[in-house]
């Protein structure tokens, strides 16, 4: 999708999901101003590798992108190494965070260097909010069987990252996804955030409609909640990587090119 399509579908109202009201997504913030830089999260099961697709795209666009190693600790450690990046930038920045990275996008967000924030699939929790609680009140998903804990570290078990997490990738691809994937400390799920950046920053949300990592429905109301500008992508959790262009254009449209 270009962007001229993906702004012409937002005007319209199709990009948004079912009950969403398109006018209230808009005007619930002030339009983003134009950024240079963009600051990638990514989630559980990953690496900053995930991003290598989009990043490419935005780099041609012109944008600087940095691509944050998540230490999948603690929350508080996973948002002071974004916070450690965003005061490298030199301007406006587009903060983008898949998965669970929502949560550190929502906390670290409200840093004044931010002027945007982007979700992508992503968990995106209000200041105190457990988020486990919320999830509980939607169907399980099929990904939540399929994590290992080795000790005090899980991980997706190869049936379930093939299957569920990169369910639409060619399985070659997915297999040396799997193959980066990092652990994640089980004390970085009891994290909650304390602030909820997208209460006052513009916000934008790509929601995975064959998602089977993070509900949809879940995803819809989180969107609709925080009166994001919403697109729905037909594709698994890890739209980044099979639809690249579709999600580099909503950052684009989010760092304010035209």
């Not at 666009?61 to 998540?70: D, H, K």
């Not at 000790?151 to 569920?164: C, H, I, P, S, V």
């Not at 819809?220 to 690249?244: C, D, N, W, Y």
Request: glycine share 6%; hydrophobic share 45%; proline share 7%.
């Amino acid at each position: 999708m270009d962007r001229r399509t993906f702004l012409t579908l937002a005007a319209a109202g199709a990009a948004f999901p079912l009950g969403t009201d398109p006018a209230k997504a808009e005007s619930a913030k002030a339009a983003p101003p134009a950024a240079r830089n963009v600051v990638l999260v990514h989630g559980l099961f990953a690496d900053g590798s995930c991003w290598s697709e989009v990043i490419a795209r935005l780099q041609r666009a012109g944008l600087t992108v940095t691509s944050v190693q998540n230490p999948l600790t603690t929350l508080d450690e996973a948002v002071a190494s974004v916070r450690r990046v965003l005061a490298r930038q030199d301007g406006p920045t587009v903060l983008v965070g898949h998965s669970f990275a929502g949560m550190i996008v929502s906390e670290a967000g409200t840093d004044p260097n931010v002027s945007a924030l982007v979700y992508v699939a992503a968990r995106a929790p209000d200041a105190g909010e457990d988020y486990a609680a919320l999830a509980r009140t939607f169907p399980t998903p099929p990904a939540s069987a399929g994590i290992v804990f080795d000790g005090e570290y899980g991980r997706l078990g190869e049936a379930a990252f093939l299957r569920d997490f990169a369910g639409d990738l060619p399985e070659a691809k997915a297999k040396v996804l799997y193959a980066v994937q990092q652990p994640f400390a089980k004390v970085l799920l009891a994290g909650r955030t304390t602030q909820a950046a997208w209460r006052s920053k513009p916000s934008f949300y790509a929601v995975s409609t064959e998602d089977r990592t993070i509900d949809p429905d879940l995803e819809r109301f989180m969107a609709k909640r925080m009166g994001a500008t919403t697109i729905e992508v037909t594709a698994s959790h890890l739209s980044l990587i099979s639809q690249p262009d579709t999600i580099a254009t909503l950052i684009l449209n989010a760092a304010g090119r035209p």
